[in-house]
């Protein structure tokens, strides 16, 4: 049994992979029946008012979808941004190898390299944005 | 008399070919790829992707090369483009407490938790040209310091415990959208929002820019501007969860302002929220002045009359594809019309007595 939370992760992980970069990790085509041909569309996105009250429209993005059963039986399905269909459909295929005997095989070669990949970008542009942080110091204070 | 016409296939067939290669510029210099206008015209690709109300920078970059840099020509692209795509759902509403941000400021609290981060920012740049830029160089290297790893806090949040600004109601209401119902009147803030969020930038900081002058007076504080990432969720029906399906970049403004209480409500702040796609600042802070103004009815406040307070007026003038839609038809033929003009001139003329009409001229 897979628990919800970690295949939300690793959806996460392969929706908001650089299509070239995913396509490096995972090029083998496994045997499989299209549920749903790769397609493109839209999705809407809500903010909320004051970032925490009721929500609104603020605008859509790009997104594909696909989905697909391997020749073993899993069920694979991928919502992914932008439109690039190869990664949709590479993104179901792992969503279903996951789900299966080859899964360690997937994490090792696919959502390890990926994961790192993903928290050294983001680890290096927050350093950044801390190297301009102010440091504020005291020239002179009002009372005696 | 009445004269229908057809023609001109080939002069714009021709004019077309001409606008491609004018397009294209001397071909002695290097033709723009995509990738650069995204990479290196970023924050025109966030405009365009805010105004065009689609989230994709690829296709804003693509927009902007084929309008030739005309920001308002690459929206409408957008926009156009947008309404042949299914719709697959609505995402969750973003957390834009859990974002990574980039820039963080505040201009109310100096010693806001998560600190003064002021990311890239044009920011105290002297605005003088720099002519190292006409020169081609080394990719330049920010310096780096050790990253934040815990979400930064709002800000409005602190005020918020002590009862000093008004809360936010809470809810999980779909909200209503302009893109598939007409906008009607009044509006609520829900509409409101996605309305300015998507509206003209220009239009849109003149309408901010004349509550600060007095017009709909409300002086409005920034409490924070944050710009950054956050992830996009979205409940997958096949599923029975929501997992997350894409990042955005965002920015979001809050501001905070002076309200003196009424007979059911004490002195508090009041606030204003401005979101948009990018790093988009100007705008953000814009949205949230624009928004604060418009809020006057449910805040009990009195109607000064102000062009920011008459949600009509701003709603209606905000989009500027529908603005340049109807102000660009009028140089598109009218050859009839103006005719039957001509003839009414004509005939008006020429009931009115000859010294007068010479007077006239």
Known sequence: MIAAEDRKSWMGLLAKARPAALAALWDEAVPHEVLRAPEVGAVMVQGRMGGTGAPFNLGEMTVTRCSLRLATGEVGHATVQGRDKDHARRAAMLDALLQGPRRAEVRARVLAPLGAQRAREAEHRAAKAAATRVDFFTLVRGED | ?361
């Open chain 2, 1 to 361: 008399m009445y004269v229908a016409v057809k023609g001109g296939e080939r002069a714009i067939e021709n004019a077309h070919a001409f606008l491609a290669e004018d397009r294209r510029g001397d071909p002695a210099v290097p033709e723009l790829s995509v990738a650069q206008i995204r990479e290196q015209m970023a924050l025109a690709v966030n405009r365009v992707m805010a105004e065009g109300s689609l989230y994709d920078p690829d296709l804003a970059a693509l927009a902007i090369k084929q309008a030739r840099g005309d920001l308002i020509e690459a929206i409408f692209l957008i926009r156009a483009y947008r309404t042949t795509l299914p719709r697959f759902g609505s995402s969750k509403p973003l957390d834009t407490g859990a974002m990574a941000c980039h820039r963080r400021i505040s201009a109310t609290f100096k010693d806001a938790p998560g600190g003064q981060v002021l990311g890239p920012t044009f920011d105290y740049t002297h605005r003088l040209l720099d002519f190292k830029l006409m020169a081609e160089g080394e990719a330049p290297v920010a310096p780096v310091a050790e990253p934040r790893r815990e979400p930064t806090p709002h800000i409005t949040e602190f005020l918020n415990k002590d009862g000093m600004i008004e809360e936010e109601a809470q809810s999980d209401a779909m909200p209503p959208d302009l893109t598939r119902e007409p906008l009607e009147l009044p509006a609520d803030r829900a509409l409101r929002l996605q309305s300015i969020t998507r509206g003209d930038e220009g239009f849109i900081l003149g309408m901010a820019y004349s509550t600060q002058r007095g017009y709909a007076r409300n002086h409005a504080f920034v409490a924070e501007l944050r710009i950054g990432t956050c992830s996009v969720e979205m409940e997958i029906p096949e599923l029975g969860f929501a997992v997350e399906i894409g990042e955005v970049t965002l920015t979001e403004c809050e501001t905070v302002n002076q309200f003196k209480g009424s007979k059911t409500e004490p002195a508090q702040f009041t606030r204003g929220y401005g979101l948009v796609f990018g790093q988009t600042e100007r705008k953000a802070i814009a949205m949230a002045l624009v928004d604060r103004a418009l809020r006057w009815k449910e805040l009990g406040e009195d109607n000064s009359g102000a062009p920011a307070q008459d949600e009509e007026f701003v709603l209606y003038h905000a989009d500027n594809i529908q603005a340049t839609g109807f102000l660009e038809h009028i140089k598109l033929p009218h050859y009839v019309d103006f005719q039957s003009e001509l003839e009414l001139v004509r005939k008006l003329r020429a009931g009115v007595p000859e010294a007068l009409r010479e007077a006239a001229e």
